[in-house]
């Protein structure tokens, strides 16, 4: 059964980084494309990027220059390097093994996500 577990959010001021990870259970991690997504209060789930299994990835145009999705798969964990960073960031953010060909729908269940809060 597959298992993501994220990690690495908090509080942090606007302008400031942090680093997301997401830890993968369950599969044969370097075969998945992988992405994150986030939910701000009271707005639906949205993408942020995503990586293939080659490592070619998609950053939405919200956090391009911002954001970096990356993926160790000797650890067979995912990562979002989040830089400059604005209270808009503010949501509980998810990884999920996705398809690149259809973003929208992830392929397998959410984990408990990480709380990101950015304060102006």
Known sequence: ?????????????????LRLSCAASGM???L?????????PGKQRE?????????????????????T???DNRK???YLQMNSLKPEDTAVYYCAVVSMANLIVPLSSWGQG????VSS
């Open 28 to 30: 044969i991690f370097s």
């Open 76 to 78: 067979n964990t995912v």
């Open 69 to 71: 999705i990356s993926r």
């Open 1 to 17: 059964q597959v298992r993501l577990v994220e990690s690495g959010g908090g509080l942090v001021q606007s302008g400031g980084s």
């Open 114 to 117: 990480t709380q990101v809060t």
């Open 32 to 40: 998945k494309a992988m992405g994150w997504y986030r939910q701000a």
């Open 47 to 67: 993408l942020v990027a995503a990586i293939s299994r080659s490592g070619s990835t998609n950053h939405v145009d919200s956090v391009k220059g911002r954001f």
